[in-house]
Antibody
Framework: EVQLVESGGGLVQPGRSLRLSCAAS????????MHWVRQAPGKGLEWVSG????????GYADSVKGRFTISRDNAKNSLYLQMNSLRAEDMALYYC?????????????WGQGTLVTVSS | NFMLTQPHSVSESPGKTVTISCTRS????????VQWYQQRPGSSPTTVIY?????PSGVPDRFSGSIDSSSNSASLTISGLKTEDEADYYC??????????FGGGTKLTVL
């Protein structure tokens, strides 16, 4: 059974940093692309960032480019999102999502999300 | 980049059929596959349609997807509506770099 468990969310002041993690199990992690998708309270889904199976292809939404960094550790079956210079508009539930292939633009499994609150 | 536009809300009675549209603003709808995700209140999204018209195992055949190049849109059709289908539905596609694009979501009410 595919499981994606996010962690690392919490309350952070504007301008500060936070690192999210996603622990994956139930599949061969290094065979699949992974993504972060967020959802602001009461709003829709927004793709944040994606990384291919071997980290050779990485992409970011314009809204986070230059501030967020996605990475993965295939030996630890883990995905990360380093978030710097956080803004109020970054406040959201952050989902880790698995792609169906090595480098894919959609998501076949989602985690439960970790909540990031940005407030002074 | 392109945008995907969905109706904000739709409603229909149990047992009926509803169709949710998703219109791509620029570039061909056929350029990249379209997916549909269901999100029930308080839950994570789940995939109900992938690659325009494919159903994951476990998704009932009441759910179907299609694309229409003439209107540059995709559609999700749910037949034999059940109260359990009440949820938010999001269409999603991606660009040539696999950057994801979501529609704004459609709230389906089954009344």
């Amino acid at each position: 059974e595919v499981q994606l468990v996010e962690s690392g969310g919490g309350l952070v002041q504007p301008g500060r940093s936070l690192r999210l993690s996603c622990a994956a199990s139930g599949f061969t992690f290094d065979d699949y692309a992974m993504h972060w998708v967020r959802q602001a309270p009461g709003k829709g889904l927004e793709w944040v960032s994606g990384i291919s199976w071997n980290s050779g292809s990485i992409g970011y939404a314009d809204s986070v480019k230059g501030r967020f960094t996605i990475s993965r550790d295939n030996a630890k079956n883990s995905l990360y999102l380093q978030m710097n210079s956080l803004r109020a508009e970054d406040m959201a539930l952050y989902y880790c999502a698995k792609g169906p292939g090595y480098s894919s633009g959609w998501y076949d499994y989602w985690g439960q999300g970790t909540l990031v609150t940005v407030s002074s | 980049n392109f945008m995907l536009t969905q109706p904000h809300s739709v409603s229909e009675s149990p047992g009926k059929t509803v169709t949710i549209s998703c219109t791509r603003s620029s570039g061909s709808i056929a350029s990249n596959y379209v997916q549909w995700y269901q999100q029930r209140p308080g839950s994570s999204p789940t995939t109900v349609i992938y690659e325009d018209n494919q159903r994951p195992s476990g998704v009932p055949d009441r759910f179907s997807g299609s694309i229409d190049s003439s209107s540059n849109s995709a559609s999700l059709t749910i037949s034999g509506l059940k109260t359990e289908d009440e949820a938010d539905y999001y269409c999603q596609s991606y660009d040539s770099s696999n950057h994801g694009v979501f529609g704004g979501g459609t709230k389906l009410t089954v009344l």
